[in-house]
């Protein structure tokens, strides 16, 4: 499922896509080879280095960071600044917060923003938006306040009976019977374009299957590509939305692996839960 046509700001239909010991001493003169047998020595050595295998990867497991009684960073550094890889995850654990089905409480950063804006994007491209009542829960939980009354009446605005008839919903965003609407999204990564204290501007690429599985869909699930791109405020000590837009693609090559049937879509929806997003 598309939000619109391409930096359109409030997500309204378009024409898109509905879319991480030492050696063991001895008494006397250490160097002194008369008193250290060759077999021993070797036995020695090879200790050594299984010793020291082992500290290393004890030292880069203990790095994962994830386990339990581990501090979050949440210390206001910012974990992206010259990283050479920014695509790697740094390891910091998600948030713990959730309000309703979307997370809160991000950490006033430049990974707090990506964070959260991941997470914001996958709420704001879910059947979830489509349904009038969860709708505006979203919308109050993302935006900052002065936004809400505005961008409510543009979604509901955006997302009319039409929309919604071309979809094969009814008025409450619900599928007919046999059928089942999908609409999920998956962050691929995100970028941070502006940061202040106060505010940030994210990217976030995505892909996602968007349609309706089902014998007589006539809207088939397929997948898609594109990137959102939200500006965010720091507002009740938290990140919020204050605009968002977004544009097709970067999109890889498709493969010719062969489609599941709409049962098995609609099953996989059923039964594979979504993840909180975290940088």
């Known amino acids: 499922m598309s939000l619109g046509d391409d930096n359109d700001g409030f997500g309204g239909g378009g024409s898109g896509q509905t879319r991480t010991r030492l050696p063991e001493g001895g008494s006397g003169d250490p160097y002194d080879d008369t008193r250290r047998p060759p077999a021993r020595s070797s036995r020695s ?5 299984g010793v020291v295998v082992l500290l290393i990867a004890a030292i880069a497991f203990a790095n994962r960071g994830g386990g339990d009684g581990e501090t979050d960073n949440t210390s206001g550094t910012s974990p992206t600044a010259g990283n050479r890889n920014p695509t790697s995850a740094t390891g910091v654990r998600p948030v713990t917060g959730k309000n309703g089905q ?3 409480g991000f950490a006033r950063d430049e990974q707090g923003a990506q964070s959260a804006a991941a997470n914001f994007s996958v709420a704001l491209v879910s059947a979830d938006i ?6 505006r829960e979203i919308v109050r939980q993302l935006f900052v306040q002065d936004k809400v009354a505005e961008l409510e009446g543009s979604f509901d605005k955006a997302y009319n009976r039409d929309f919604l008839d071309k979809l094969g919903l009814d008025a409450n965003g619900n599928a007919a ?8 999204t998956a962050p691929v990564g995100t970028k941070v374009t502006q940061f202040s204290e106060g505010a940030a501007t994210v990217e976030v690429w995505c892909t996602g ?3 309706t599985a089902g014998v007589s869909s006539t809207n088939p699930v397929t997948n898609d590509w594109f990137t959102i791109t939200l500006a965010l405020r720091w507002a009740d000590n938290d990140w919020k939305v204050e605009t968002f837009s977004q544009k097709e693609g970067p999109a890889p090559v498709n493969t010719d692996r062969t489609a599941s049937d709409a049962d098995a879509i609609a099953k996989a929806v059923e039964e594979y839960g979504g993840f909180t997003y975290a940088r």
């Not at 019977?177 to 999920?184: E, F």
């Open 45 to 49: 050595l090879i200790t050594v280095v």
């Open 102 to 104: 979307i997370p809160t």
């Open 130 to 135: 489509l349904k009038p009542d969860r709708r």
């Open 177 to 184: 019977a046999g059928l089942t609407y999908v609409s999920r």
């Open 209 to 211: 299957v968007f349609g």
